[in-house]
C-alpha cells in the first residue's frame, strides 16, 4: 500500500524559505511521477510542480518558476523535496504530494493516484 507522508510546512515571514518534503513507501516508485500540488480553501487543487522519480523530467507552475521553488528526489531515501524560497503571502496554503504510476503525469490533478494527507504552508506579510 501506497503512504505519502508530507512534512515541514510551517509559519514564515514573507522572502523567507522552507523545504517540505514527503516520504514514500510502499512499493518501487523509480518509474512514478511525483508532484507538489496546493489548495485554498474554497479553491481547487492547483499544480506547483513535478518531476519523474529519475529526475530527467521537471515541470513548475509559472507562479513558482524562476528559481522560487526547486523540486528533486533523493532514491536513496525515497522521499520528494520542495524547496521553497523568496516566499510571498499568495504562496499559503496546504501542500500536498502526490504519486502518478505513470512516468510522466504532468499537471493535471486526475493523473495522480496517490495523495499525502497535506501539510499547511503560510507566509505572513
Known amino acids: 500500500q501506497v503512504q505519502l507522508v508530507e512534512s515541514g510546512g510551517g509559519l514564515v515571514q514573507a522572502g523567507g524559505s522552507l523545504r517540505l518534503a514527503c516520504a514514500a513507501s510502499g512499493r518501487t516508485f523509480r518509474n512514478y511521477a511525483m508532484a507538489w500540488f496546493r489548495q485554498t480553501p474554497g479553491k481547487e487543487r492547483e499544480f506547483v510542480a513535478t518531476i519523474t522519480w529519475s529526475g530527467d523530467r521537471i515541470s513548475y507552475a509559472d507562479s513558482v518558476k524562476g528559481g522560487r521553488f526547486t523540486i528533486s528526489t533523493d532514491n536513496a531515501k525515497n522521499t520528494l523535496y520542495l524547496q521553497m524560497n523568496s516566499l510571498k503571502p499568495e504562496d499559503t496554503a496546504v501542500y500536498y504530494c502526490?504519486?502518478?504510476?505513470?512516468?510522466?503525469?504532468?499537471?493535471?490533478?486526475?493523473?495522480?493516484?496517490?495523495w499525502g494527507q497535506g501539510t499547511q504552508v503560510t507566509v505572513s506579510s
Open positions: 502526490a504519486a502518478s504510476s505513470s512516468y510522466w503525469a504532468g499537471k493535471s490533478v486526475g493523473l495522480y493516484h496517490y
